[in-house]
Each structure stands twice: as structure tokens, then as C-alpha cells.
């Protein structure tokens, strides 16, 4: 005995399309709900498409159209989802060079679409496979090798030159570089200088010792090395305690030329200094020292010293810091580029670090803008020689 096919009504058919449309062109979904095969419905669905199912007339055109715009909207809601997502990681590549968007359509390219990234970058896709197809460009390997050399330039100078001075320290090696490119190499990857902080001074002029009058009134520029120093104490603390520095500095190669460290502030700290210039220099009797009015340069000491080589004396006005202006300067060098970014345990540990800097970096490697971009110790000898 065959089995005997159930028969539905126009009526059922029409009402199980429009469970289609609710359920959003789940057919699947819809013959669930209906308690009817899948195929049935399936082929009810096909029918109602082609017009051709009774009762349904007037329901294909709609249901197609909304079949077709529900496709569209979720594909543009994709594609709004996917330019949100870029942008919020690949907004500053829009202003670089074409290069740069390229290499970062390459990094992204398993992310998004590569007609998205290129329609949102301002570039075509076909140039973007060409530049693909070259690989990396002369002028992107040469960047690459500029920075690194920035770089390293930037720590041997221990991050204080800025683009001017960090463009002449490497063209002294023998680099060729513009100040554009070291400028816009230090920008793109962060490479500041370190920044002064601000220190006390030491100086004690409540006292009532002899002082001697001021000789340079400001007027620092010297035609030779020898004809003027100028000195001062500053301080340095370390866990152990304040350790003391004397430092004796000339006026024409900015060389320090002696300096002194103890735990203590004394007159002899000052005498060291000035007997390590002397020792190191042997200067003539025209040579001015200059100094403030620190009880330390007032002392006995230091004046036997003055008067047993025939230097001439000379001190500050009162609480005048510009008066001693170049080995100010020089504190301010130290601290910044050496003493305020360490945390020193000991004062041997300090020691150890400062005399380094001053005879390894200031002196010998440091090039200065007031000295036509050389080092103290270059200043020197280009004088020696020409003297010769």
C-alpha cells in the first residue's frame, strides 16, 4: 500500500513564505516552526521566487528585495566596521610618504582587504603590488642605516646635543648627513635631550677676609689657553653622603684643567684644583684666576698659591653668578648630561663616574658650538699647532 502524500493549501503556503520573510530567509528556521520537511518548504521558497507559487504573487518581488538590501547593509556594515578598526591604527600613515603607507599595507595585509587599506590611504592597489614586487627601496634601506647611526651618535653624546651639534659630531667621523635628516630622525623616534634641573649654590661670602677685584667684568673671551681661568665649587649627593667638587676651567679651549673631590668643603679642596691646573698647564705669570668670593678662594692657602706663581686674582661681586659664568655653565653640563639620572651609593661610585666624564667625554669628545663644533682638547691643539 503506497503512502499516502499529504496536501497543503494555498492559503499555508502563502502564510509559510511570509514565515520565511520573519524569520529573515531562515528556511531552515521557518520549516522547524512549520512541522514541514525542509525540502518542501525549500522548494515552496524556490517557487514563490520565480512566481510561479499560487497565492504568492504579489510577495516575490517584495521578498527578493528585502532578501537583496538585508545582503547589502550587512556587507556595508562589515566594511564601516573594518575602516573604524583601521583607522584607529593606521591614521598617522595617512600623512606619510607613499613608501611608508605601502610598507604599512604590507604589515596589515592578513588584517584587511588590500582594496580597503588602498582606497583609505590614497593609494591604487596595482602600484602597491609593483612597489610589493621591487621590495625594499635603496632609499629606505639608506634611512634605516641613518638611524642607526643617529642612534648611536645620540648615547655617545650621552643624549645632549641637539640636531646641529649631533649633524657636526657625526660629520667628524667622517659620516655624511644634513641637519634635515638628524632633525627629522631625532623627532620620528623620540631621541629629546636631557633636560638642566635646577641646583643650589655653595657659595659662603658672609666672611671678612681680603677679596680681590674683579679683572674680567664679564668679558670672557681669550685669544690664547692660559690667559684666564675660572673656578668654583659644586656638590654631589650620594647615599653616603655630600661629596664636594672644585674645578678649575680656561677661558679659551674650555678645557677643565684641574678639579678637586673630597667629602668635605675645605680650602684644600680648592688648592688641589688649582695646583692640578698648574701641574697640567704650567701657565705664566699674566694668568688671571677668577673665583667668587667662597671663604675657601679667600683663604691663606689659596692666596699663598696665587702669589707663589704671580697669578693675578680675581672674584665675583657679591651673589653675582654671572660674573663667574663659564664654570657655571660647566656645573649645569655636569649635572644635567651626568649627575641628576644617577642615584650614586657611594661617593667613591660618584667619583669614579665624574672623573670619567671629564677626562674621557668633556674634555676629549664633547664639541661645543662656541668652539666652531670641537672638543676643549682639540681647541688646545689646533692652538699648539698653529703656534709652532
Given at each position: ?77 562589515k566594511i564601516a566596521e573594518m575602516e573604524r578598526e583601521f583607522f584607529k591604527k593606521g591614521s598617522s600613515v595617512l600623512c606619510q610618504r607613499k613608501s611608508v603607507r605601502y610598507a604599512y599595507m604590507k604589515q596589515k595585509r592578513y588584517s584587511f582587504p588590500i582594496t580597503l587599506m588602498a582606497r583609505l590611504l590614497h593609494v591604487s592597489v596595482s602600484c602597491f603590488y609593483d612597489w610589493l614586487k621591487r621590495g625594499v627601496s635603496k632609499r629606505t634601506i639608506q634611512r634605516n642605516q641613518q638611524t642607526i647611526l643617529v642612534k648611536i651618535a645620540h648615547e655617545e ?232
Amino acid at each position: 500500500m503506497s503512502k499516502k502524500h499529504k496536501t497543503y493549501t494555498a492559503e499555508f503556503k502563502a502564510e509559510a513564505i511570509k514565515a520565511i520573510e520573519e524569520n529573515q530567509g531562515n528556511v531552515s528556521e521557518s520549516a522547524r516552526q512549520l512541522g514541514i520537511s525542509m525540502q518542501t518548504l525549500s522548494n515552496w521558497n524556490n517557487k514563490a521566487k520565480a512566481g510561479t507559487l499560487a497565492g504568492t504573487k504579489q510577495y516575490s518581488p517584495d521578498l527578493n528585495a528585502l532578501l537583496e538590501e538585508n545582503k547589502k547593509l550587512k556587507q556595508q556594515l562589515k566594511i564601516a566596521e573594518m575602516e573604524r578598526e583601521f583607522f584607529k591604527k593606521g591614521s598617522s600613515v595617512l600623512c606619510q610618504r607613499k613608501s611608508v603607507r605601502y610598507a604599512y599595507m604590507k604589515q596589515k595585509r592578513y588584517s584587511f582587504p588590500i582594496t580597503l587599506m588602498a582606497r583609505l590611504l590614497h593609494v591604487s592597489v596595482s602600484c602597491f603590488y609593483d612597489w610589493l614586487k621591487r621590495g625594499v627601496s635603496k632609499r629606505t634601506i639608506q634611512r634605516n642605516q641613518q638611524t642607526i647611526l643617529v642612534k648611536i651618535a645620540h648615547e655617545e653624546t650621552r643624549q645632549s646635543y641637539g640636531y646641529i651639534r649631533l649633524t657636526k659630531y657625526l660629520q667628524a667621523q667622517g659620516i655624511k648627513m644634513s641637519m634635515y635628516a638628524v632633525r627629522q630622525i631625532k623627532a620620528l623616534n623620540h631621541l629629546y635631550c636631557k633636560r638642566h634641573k635646577r641646583f643650589k649654590r655653595t657659595t659662603n661670602s658672609d666672611h671678612n677676609r681680603a677679596i680681590y677685584e674683579n679683572l674680567l667684568e664679564q668679558q670672557f673671551s681669550m685669544t690664547r689657553p692660559n690667559q684666564a681661568w675660572s673656578s668654583d665649587i659644586t656638590y654631589i649627593w650620594t647615599v653616603e653622603g655630600w661629596l664636594y667638587l672644585a674645578a678649575v676651567k680656561d677661558l679659551y679651549t674650555k678645557q677643565v684643567v684641574g678639579y678637586s673631590l673630597n667629602e668635605r668643603m675645605t680650602a684644600q679642596l680648592v688648592c688641589n684644583a688649582l695646583n692640578m691646573a698648574i701641574h697640567n698647564q704650567k701657565p705664566t705669570k699674566e694668568l688671571i684666576v677668577h673665583s667668587d668670593r667662597g671663604s675657601q678662594y679667600c683663604s691663606h692657602e689659596y692666596r699663598n698659591i696665587l702669589e707663589q706663581y704671580g697669578f693675578q686674582g680675581s672674584m665675583s661681586k657679591r651673589g653675582d653668578c654671572y660674573d663667574n659664568a663659564p664654570i657655571e655653565s660647566f656645573w649645569g653640563i655636569l649635572k644635567n648630561e651626568l649627575v641628576h639620572h644617577y642615584n650614586y651609593q657611594t661617593r667613591e661610585e660618584a667619583k669614579a663616574d665624574i672623573i670619567k666624564y671629564i677626562e674621557l667625554f668633556y674634555n676629549h669628545r664633547r664639541i661645543q658650538k662656541g668652539l666652531g663644533f670641537k672638543t676643549p682638547n682639540q681647541m688646545a691643539e689646533d692652538f699648539y699647532k698653529l703656534a709652532a
